[in-house]
């Protein structure tokens, strides 16, 4: 980087300070080095003392300055006055033999370099000058840089403290939209757990009787997460409503036709977001599961005193396709069971490599707490783990005979 020439003060109490304030000095050795500075390309301005010195400071900033410690009478009180005065202007020392042991005092009051006289080399004078110009601007540059990266760090924190404490009221507003968990329907419980991955959930459970005696029940996975998915979950919770209270006038009751009709909502809202869900419908004597599935992944398992086993996996997610095409199905229901859902965040946190090796694990899980939800939880680390990098959804259904 380049260093322009400009005022250059020196203070030398040996020197005398003429009219036009370039002066002849008493001593050759710095009328050399006034020389040399004048020929670097600096207007050369002497103060024969701290008073003068001070003096010129208030009217011009000078681009360095140069003291000479030749004088007894300066020394490092005089140092630390001008370091007051000027702080972000360099301030090199001039010593000889017999003042060099001022030098080390005079660096402990903020003198940043110093030059030994009479000089061996000429250049050295230029060199050292321009470097701690260029030294002090960029140390200017950089605090200059600091600031504002502290302003524009508080005006972020400030945005982020806002975006929180939205966050926190909408997660407020979500988690007063879920179910009562554990509810019991009859001898059916139901239960859920959602972890997420930030404030708020792009999973989506939901459970309530219908008005012909049959129990609804669906797990539901907005892609993404954070608010727009959790937006998407409103959404969701609004239709179930609304199917709830237009049930007869809307005239749909088979799982296909629910979602069939979930799609044609959730399409003519035009979200960005496609949703993946699993919903069942149990009979009203509690033996038969009817179900469809837009695609939600992994799959529901059905543990019973047989073992645990997935459910038929299937069709699109909602949102993207007019006629997805959805394919019901039915399962005999055995007088006791539970249904395991999770949603796809469950394998992100699963040491396991591969989909076929994370799937066999959850029958394993499945058998082995025999579905029931805190038991899962605690096997799959849920208590513990610290960075979830996905929503987490698990839920079940339980009969107990």
């Given amino acids: 980087m380049s260093v322009k020439s400009g005022e250059l003060l020196l203070l030398s109490q040996v020197a005398s300070q003429a009219a036009s304030q ?20 600096f207007d050369v301005v002497l103060a024969a003392d701290e008073g003068t010195c001070l003096a010129r400071l208030r009217v011009q900033r000078p681009e360095v300055m140069l003291v000479s410690l030749a004088d007894a009478a300066i020394g490092a009180d005089t140092l630390a006055t001008l370091r007051k005065a000027a702080p972000r202007i360099p301030l090199l020392l001039l010593a000889d ?24 080399d000429p250049c050295i004078l230029n060199y050292v000058v321009r470097d701690n110009i260029k030294r002090k601007r960029e140390l200017k540059r950089r605090k200059l840089n600091e600031k504002m990266l502290a302003r524009t760090n508080k005006a972020l924190l400030d945005s982020l403290q806002v975006l929180e404490q939205d966050q926190q009221a909408g997660f407020r507003v979500q988690q007063g939209m879920m179910p009562e968990t554990p509810l019991v329907f009859d001898d059916l419980t139901f239960a859920h757990l959602i972890v997420p991955s930030l404030i ?16 609804l029940f669906y797990i539901a996975d907005v892609s993404g997460h954070g608010a727009a998915g959790a937006i998407v979950t409103v959404v969701l919770k609004g239709l179930f409503q609304q199917l709830l209270s237009e049930y007869e006038n809307l005239g749909i009751t088979a799982a296909t036709e629910i979602l069939e009709w979930l799609n044609h909502e959730l399409l003519a809202v035009r979200l960005e977001q496609h949703v993946t869900l699993f919903l069942g419908l149990v009979s009203e004597n509690r033996k038969t599961l009817e179900y469809s599935n837009a695609a939600h992944f992994p799959g529901t398992i059905i543990y019973s005193e047989r073992g645990a086993q997935y459910l038929e996996l299937g069709g699109l997610p909602l949102g993207i396709v007019p006629k997805p095409g959805y394919v019901g199905c039915q399962c ?3 007088e006791t069971f539970t249904l395991v859902m999770f949603s796809d965040g469950v394998f992100e946190i699963m040491p396991q490599d591969g989909l076929q090796a994370k799937e066999k694990h959850l029958i394993s899980l499945v058998n082995c707490t025999k579905g029931e939800i805190d038991c899962l939880a605690e096997n799959l680390g849920l208590n513990s783990v610290v960075d979830i990098p996905d929503d987490i959804a698990i839920f079940t259904v339980t009969k107990t005979g």
């Fill in 22 to 41: 370039v002066a002849d000095t008493r001593d050759p050795v710095y009328e050399d080095v006034i020389a040399l500075l004048k020929a670097s390309g």
């Fill in 97 to 120: 033999a017999a003042s060099v042991s001022k030098v080390v005092p005079c660096l402990e009051q903020g003198a940043d370099d110093y030059l030994l006289l009479p000089l061996g």
């Fill in 200 to 215: 708020l959930s792009g999973d989506a459970i939901d459970y309530f009787e219908l008005p012909d005696q049959r129990l």
């Fill in 332 to 334: 005999a229901l055995p």
